[in-house]
């Protein structure tokens, strides 16, 4: 079962939440999410897809934002998705925005269902964990 990104009328401008800083580990994702949101010009009914989003660092950003069901995410680690069901989304939260995430590292797009268009599909961390010879 996968959820479609649909399109709404209420667009608006992403604008900065005043009081926060890179150096909190609660926003230690923020300054990837803003610079990924500003620079691609996200809006609250884009789609995306994050591969490799771990414990949901900038993840949990961007299921702030967006609409509900507008964030997907494919994981491998089975400990980084307990974390983020378990304590990152309850805890903020964000539940009620419903994000798909799916663990695999497959790559089969088809669990996120058919015909979604993404406006943003980003692999923020994957790099750090990959061996050198590869990247």
Known sequence: MGYTCT?????????PVPGLTN???LDSGRDVFEFLAQSTKIRLYSCVLEIGGGTLRVGLHFIRYLNPDHYHCFERDELSLMAAFRYELLSQGLLYKRPLIVKGDDMDFSKFGSGVMYDLIYASAVFL??????V
């Open 7 to 15: 399109t709404t009328s209420s667009a608006r401008a992403l604008t």
């Open 129 to 134: 964990h990959m061996p050198d010879k590869l």
């Open 23 to 25: 150096s909190t580990i």
